[in-house]
């Protein structure tokens, strides 16, 4: 369907990308990323932080987390047909000090049994603080306020202590493992 020579469809992303969503904690903002912002967190160049109106923030892209920027999530959030919050990667600022501190994001929209994925990561010089377990606690009510969402799973490095005590803390429950890895589940 077009309006005005544009496709309807094109329309309604540039609406949704225009939503001012925002989770909020006692300590932490946490902000769904447009397109346009998202490329600029790739440039990892400070023009994200100068867009958000934050102080500097000292992060690294792992080599993991920049394929998964171009292959999945940047591509994910210019799909009219998703819907973006579950595309996109949630950045999480600090209020006190009006910076970013990690990233959160799903891994989809949920699937056919209800079923979403969360991954996360706190930066190296805020890792340790509990950062990281208030923004899953949001986000977790967040998502099961959405339809359709009936379960949130993650996975975790069995190397990776602090990362699946965040979990831990958050009432997953250890669902399954292979040699590298422990499955969760929130139900």
């Known amino acids: 369907m077009h309006y005005l020579g544009i ?3 094109v329309i309604f992303f ?5 939503i001012t969503i925002m989770l909020e ?3 932490l903002l946490l902000k769904p990323l447009t397109y346009s912002q998202l490329v600029k967190y790739t440039l990892n160049d400070g023009s994200l932080e ?8 000292v992060r690294e892209i792992s080599p993991d987390l920049k394929d998964a920027l171009e292959q999945v999530i940047i591509p994910g959030v210019a799909d009219p047909e998703r819907n973006y919050l579950f595309a996109t990667l949630w950045t999480i600022i600090l209020k ?3 910076r970013m501190v990690g990233d959160i994001c799903f891994y989809g929209e949920p699937n056919e049994e209800g079923e979403v994925e969360i991954g996360y990561g706190t930066y ?3 890792q340790g603080r509990g950062y990281m377990t208030e923004a899953v606690a949001v986000l ?3 998502a099961r306020e959405q339809p359709g969402v009936k379960k949130i799973l993650a996975s975790t490095n069995k190397a990776n202590v602090a990362s699946y005590t965040v979990l831990v803390k958050n009432g997953f429950e250890k669902v399954g493992e292979s040699d590298e890895l422990f499955s969760w589940a929130y139900n």
């Not at 540039?14 to 225009?18: E, G, H, K, L, N």
């Not at 100068?50 to 923030?57: D, I």
């Open 124 to 126: 190296s010089a805020d």
């Open 96 to 98: 006190e000090e009006n």
């Open 7 to 9: 496709s309807v469809g």
């Open 140 to 142: 977790i009510r967040w």
């Open 50 to 57: 100068q867009e958000l109106r934050l102080n500097a923030t």
């Open 14 to 18: 540039y609406i949704v990308q225009q």
């Open 25 to 27: 904690t006692t300590l």
